[in-house]
């Protein structure tokens, strides 16, 4: 019934790991995102796909790396992971037709804490 | 300056009252705009779009103003369920890419 879900929830790993989190989505949507929150709430775009294309690509450190395997899933990999990438990432999908300027559905999110 | 900007509050009012906020942009080409609303520890959820003309769901009236670069949200008859975070979002598009900008949020919370 979820219509955008990631894993998982919660996630807390110690500085220099690798890890994953992982974005699905059953909404039939064509565009994806990957956005991340920070202590101070701020709420910031990192990646956008569309159709499994990748069309926004904020300047995030290239530890950060996204993979749309098909149109329901994105999934972002952390490589070597630092204390500043504590955060609450949000995945979120829009329907097809002239995204960005549709309504975009959010996951629940996925709280990383690294230590 | 800030490309959206808001005021973080909180605004703290008693149920009943109207509450306004503002939302400023940068990007003269900005062209689409929205209002969310974040729970606490929760995603943000669509609240409205905001058109040109302005646009009315419920209680809540969005307007927008292209001339002066900002979008309000007016809630009137505010309930205790009203107490969240509201953040503004403004898209637009250069060249071949999009651009999606959030707001900081404006916490809002309501008192019995």
């Known amino acids: 019934d979820t219509a955008v879900s990631q894993t998982p929830k919660y996630l807390v790993t110690q500085m220099g790991n690798d890890k994953s989190i992982k974005c699905e989505q059953n909404?039939?949507?064509?565009?994806m995102y990957w956005y991340k929150q920070d202590s101070k709430k701020f709420l910031k775009i990192m990646f956008s796909y569309n159709n499994k294309e990748l069309i926004i690509n904020e300047t995030v450190p290239n530890r950060f790396s996204p993979k749309s395997p098909d149109k329901a899933h994105l999934n972002l990999h952390i490589n070597s992971l630092e204390l500043g990438d504590s955060a609450v990432y949000f995945c979120?999908?829009?329907?097809?037709?002239?995204?960005?300027?549709?309504?975009?559905?959010f996951g629940p999110g996925t709280r990383l804490t690294v230590l | 300056r800030k490309e959206v900007e808001q005021d973080p509050g909180p605004f703290n009012v008693p149920e009943g009252a109207t509450v306004a906020f503002n939302c400023t942009y940068s990007n003269s080409a900005s062209q689409s705009f929205f209002w969310y609303r974040q729970d606490c520890r929760k995603e943000p959820k669509l609240l409205m779009s905001?058109?040109?003309s302005g646009n009315e769901d419920g209680r809540f009236t969005a307007q927008l103003n292209r001339a002066s670069q900002y979008i309000s949200l007016l809630i009137r008859d505010s309930k205790l369920s009203d107490s969240a975070t509201y953040l503004c979002v403004v898209s637009f598009r250069y060249s071949s890419a999009s651009k999606i900008i959030f707001g900081s949020g404006t916490r809002l919370s309501i008192r019995p």
């Open positions: 909404l039939g949507h064509d565009t």
């Open positions: 905001v058109y040109s």
């Open positions: 979120a999908s829009s329907p097809p037709g002239g995204a960005p300027y549709n309504e975009q559905f």
